[in-house]
């Protein structure tokens, strides 16, 4: 039972370098989620979806770009990485309704030089 | 300034000892949500509270919302080493819809 995987889990980038962090799940959620972790600030939302072929802005969408082409998929990707965007990074999946859980992935650390 | 303020930032303890975890907000949620993390995965839910006074218990952990719906802590007695983690509430705003915000967490650390 996977769950929300993600991958890569580890990647250096240089400054203005672009790639695509890929997440899936396999419980048939409809919504997904990217957050970034940086210390003392907890998670933030980037980008968020509420099924296939809608992407919404989060609380810190600017520099990222996201896909949701299929129910199981989303793709986050930066197209030109900053050393501010060095962060871990978790994809997240739930249910639709209220008072759902969110179902974390286990995160890719990214560190742009 | 974060919407859920989290206190302690950062809490070492003794096996054995209780303790208490705060989660504020000037805002009214909807829900909050408690998750632990342990270094290297993602957060998982412990509990969601729902209702203004409402109490849970999970085993040696109580987790309350207080009436206004703005508040909400989580009490462990007797930490054992294996409790240690981040401590993380969350909750959708009421004008937020489903949208999570998150605390900045609370790094708990049992020593036995």
């Known amino acids: 039972n996977a769950g929300v995987t993600q991958t890569p889990k580890f990647r250096v980038l240089k400054t203005g370098q672009s790639m695509t962090l890929l997440c899936a799940q396999d419980?048939?959620?409809?919504?997904m989620y990217w957050y970034r972790q940086d210390p003392g600030m907890g998670l933030r939302l980037i980008h968020y979806?509420?099924?296939?072929?809608?992407?919404a802005k989060g609380e810190v969408p600017d520099g990222y770009n996201v896909s949701r082409l299929k129910k199981q998929n989303f793709l986050l990707g930066l197209e030109s990485a900053a050393p501010s965007q060095t962060s871990v990074y978790f994809c997240?999946?739930?249910?639709?309704?209220?008072?759902?859980?969110?179902?974390f992935g286990d995160g890719t650390r990214l560190s742009i030089l | 300034t974060q919407l859920l303020e989290q206190s302690p930032q950062f809490l070492s303890i003794q096996e054995g000892e209780n303790l208490t975890v705060y989660c504020n907000s000037s805002s009214v949620f909807s829900s909050l949500q408690w998750y632990r993390q342990e270094p290297g995965e993602g957060p998982v839910l412990l509990v969601t509270v729902v209702t203004g006074g409402e109490v849970k218990k999970l085993k040696r952990l109580t987790f309350q919302f207080g009436d206004a719906r703005k508040d909400s802590s989580l009490h462990i007695t007797a930490a054992q080493p294996g409790d240690t983690g981040l401590y993380l509430c969350a909750g959708p705003p009421m004008e937020y819809g489903n949208k999570l915000v998150f605390g900045a967490g609370t790094i708990l650390r049992v020593k036995s």
């Open positions: 997240a999946s739930s249910r639709l309704g209220s008072f759902q859980p969110q179902h």
């Open positions: 419980m048939n959620h409809e919504y």
């Open positions: 979806s509420v099924g296939e072929g809608t992407t």
